[in-house]
């Protein structure tokens, strides 16, 4: 009898299995079209995105052409369009290209206008300018910071969010708001369950600073995250929880900005 094994280094002729690892930016305004840039592993002749959401489509941007030259796909760049009646939600995407599909990432169809990080906002002198109901779609750099600075109104309540495991991000990120002086008002950092969320009621009208980093001061393509600033209700929970099929029930909700709601306070 003859035993012949194959080195465990040898080809075994096997399809490579594309996987994408990052889609940026990772949102879009609902009735808009998004230009997003895709990467990841075995990806080649990638052509298609697909998305969970039907009424989601996606091209293949194309190069400007010339006299000479005829317009070409630009490789792993895509506009999404996103119709005026879509959902807001989230929703997963994958590509389709020479190896078959990838696996998924998640995209965000949300109501905030758009915005992406420029990049030059590493110290609070440099901070970037936003304003309540956008959002920011950044990554992380290493050992870096990122400062936003936004205006608002006396007593005026707002809900800040950085979104990073929503979207499959690998930052752990750290949210921390201060006043124009330096001095740190509230903080948030990210757990298995919840992204970095502060309920934050301005104590006066001015400009206030958004302080955003790793918690260990990584960064690359892969720690992307999604910074909300909104004045919209947010709903944090809700009793109970669990409804008995065919029944009525009263439920309460727990947030911030609810209409008509109840604001608590530790007194």
Known sequence: TICIFAHPDAGCGQTPSPRLHFLYPNSGKIGTNVEVTIGGADLDEASELIFSNPKLKAAV??????EIVPAKPLPNQFTV??????????YEVRTFGRFGFSTPRRFIVGLETEVICNDQNKTSETAMPISVGSAVNGRATANAKHYFKFALKDQEKVTIECQTR?????????????????KEIARSRSSSFQSPTIFFKAPRASQYIVEIRDAVFSGGTEFFYRLRISNLPYISGVSPNVIQSGTKQDLTLFGWNLPGGIEQTDS
């Open 166 to 182: 929503t979207i499959d991000s690998k930052m752990d990120p750290v949210v921390i708001i201060s006043d124009l002086s330096g």
């Open 81 to 90: 369009t996103i119709p005026e009646d879509s959902e807001p939600g989230i």
């Open 61 to 66: 941007k194309m190069s400007a052409a010339t």
